[in-house]
């Protein structure tokens, strides 16, 4: 873990993001979004290799797709100087508002501290991006990514630390784990999150949101045998 050793914990903002669809039912949504849906079963491998019908798979996959869904919990962490981590939350039904809460906050946080989290290059930042583009937002700088090649962005991502040069993927849950650490997914799962959230449980999404930031920040500390 040498890319850790000339970073302190306080180097790091760690971010975690929870995302629903955008319509809580297939049936509900207007009809460019059920043709666009068909239309991305039919040219997604992953998607059209899966015998469900277009509903079931709506409620199962959607939301881990920018074109489908949208952002509803934004959460970061900060170590201070007590070791002591700062949880904040940016959250609600309005993507919009919460996008551009944390947007105006997210160069200055961002000024001094790399984002680490875990999957984040796959998933949370190119989705951040995506969805501030969606709602015409300016990106914040530090996940402006599009243009740039793999090696150059400079984000700290806990699965690519954790792979190494293998092929093979772990999950958050397996980490923690397999470290002595507390597990993230006790009370809900990922994969629960758009119906917690048309159930109109926010106040869980929130906590397993956080409870993600903090597994990470755990993670890094026993990457970093502290």
Not at 109 to 130: E, N, S, V, W
Not at 163 to 180: D, E, F, P, R
């Amino acid at each position: 873990m040498r890319v850790l050793n000339k970073l302190n914990l306080r180097d790091l903002l760690f971010i975690d993001i929870e995302t629903a669809r955008l319509f809580d039912n297939f049936s509900d949504c207007p009809e460019e979004y059920k043709a666009s849906w068909l239309y991305k079963i039919r040219h997604t491998s992953e998607l059209s290799s899966i015998d469900m019908s277009p509903e079931a798979l709506w409620a199962s996959k959607a939301a881990l797709y920018a074109e489908f869904a949208k952002v509803i919990c934004i959460s970061i962490g900060a170590v201070k100087d007590d070791e002591e981590v700062t949880l904040k939350s940016y959250y609600g039904d309005n993507e919009s508002a919460i996008l551009k809460e944390f947007g105006s906050v997210a160069d200055k946080l961002t000024a001094k501290r790399l984002l680490c989290g875990h999957a984040i290059k796959g998933f949370d930042i190119p989705f951040l991006m995506r969805r501030f583009i969606v709602n015409q937002i300016p990106i914040p700088e530090a996940f402006d990514v599009g243009h740039l090649k793999p090696w150059e962005v400079n984000i700290i991502d806990t699965l690519d630390l954790w792979k190494g040069t293998s092929w093979g993927s772990a999950s958050l849950m397996n980490i923690s784990v397999a470290l002595g650490c507390p597990s993230p997914k006790q009370d809900m799962e990922g994969s629960a999150t758009s119906e917690v959230y048309y159930a109109g449980d926010m106040d869980s999404i929130v906590k397993y949101c956080e409870g993600d930031v903090t597994a990470v920040v755990n993670m890094i500390k026993k990457f970093k045998y502290v």
